[in-house]
Antibody, heavy 123, light 110 residues
Framework: QLQLQESGPGLVKPSETLSLTCTVSGGSLITRSNYWGWVRQPPGKGLEWIATIYYGGNTYYNPSLKGRVTISADTSKNQFSLELNSVTAADTARYYC???????????????WGQGTLVTVSS | QSVLTQPPSVSAAPGQKVTISCSGRNSNLGINGVSWYQQVPGTAPQLLIYDNNNRPSGIPDRFSGSKSGTSATLGISGLQTGDEADYYCGAWDNSLSDVVFGGGTKLTVL
């Protein structure tokens, strides 16, 4: 059974960089047609896609966050990571990593999710 | 303001059927498949439906999906108290180059 687990600081200061890692177990990052993404959810609000990566290096970003976001993968550790710079209070959210299916097709879905990690931006 | 529009809340009695709507545009639901997620409070979202009407393994057939034009519908039959959750629709938007979601619908099983 595929499992994903987020890790990283729960508190980040304004203007600094938020860094999170997702460890994948029960499956390999290097699997054809598997893409890996990040989705966030501010407290009491809805879902927002952040970014997605394919192990081969293709990356996809939410246009509203592009320029502040970097997604990367370390296939040797079966992990992928997120960096979001110049954070503000508006970036306070629960951050989920997930397997992203259907990229390049006419449908998209996130079928396996981590439990999420709450990141608060505050001084 | 979410790109996909969902009603804030719906309710129904146990055993009944409820539908949740999701309205979009040509650039998203008009040409791309919709996915649906269930989020029980305090937990991660769970995929219920992908590509309009396909259920992942393990999702009971009480959950169904359909799409017509730029609108999609999630149906839940035989309602159980355990179905109380927030439900989200999502799709790719070709104009925005973005995965877009609805604002979520809170289901109450009376």
């Amino acid at each position: 059974q595929l499992q994903l687990q987020e890790s990283g600081p729960g508190l980040v200061k304004p203007s600094e960089t938020l860094s999170l890692t997702c460890t994948v177990s029960g499956g390999s990052l290097i699997t054809r047609s598997n893409y890996w993404g990040w989705v966030r959810q501010p407290p009491g609000k809805g879902l927002e896609w952040i970014a997605t990566i394919y192990y081969g290096g293709n990356t996809y970003y939410n246009p509203s966050l592009k320029g502040r976001v970097t997604i990367s993968a370390d296939t040797s550790k079966n992990q992928f990571s997120l960096e979001l710079n110049s954070v503000t209070a508006a970036d306070t959210a629960r951050y989920y990593c997930a397997r992203h299916r259907g990229v390049g097709a006419t449908w998209h879905a996130f079928d396996y999710w981590g439990q999420g990690t709450l990141v608060t931006v505050s001084s | 303001q979410s790109v996909l529009t969902q009603p804030p809340s719906v309710s129904a009695a146990p055993g009944q059927k409820v539908t949740i709507s999701c309205s979009g545009r040509n650039s998203n639901l008009g040409i791309n498949g919709v996915s649906w997620y269930q989020q029980v409070p305090g937990t991660a979202p769970q995929l219920l439906i992908y590509d309009n009407n396909n259920r992942p393994s393990g999702i009971p057939d009480r959950f169904s999906g359909s799409k017509s034009g730029t609108s999609a519908t999630l149906g839940i039959s035989g309602l159980q108290t355990g179905d109380e959750a927030d439900y989200y629709c999502g799709a790719w938007d070709n104009s925005l180059s973005d995965v877009v979601f609805g604002g979520g619908t809170k289901l109450t099983v009376l």
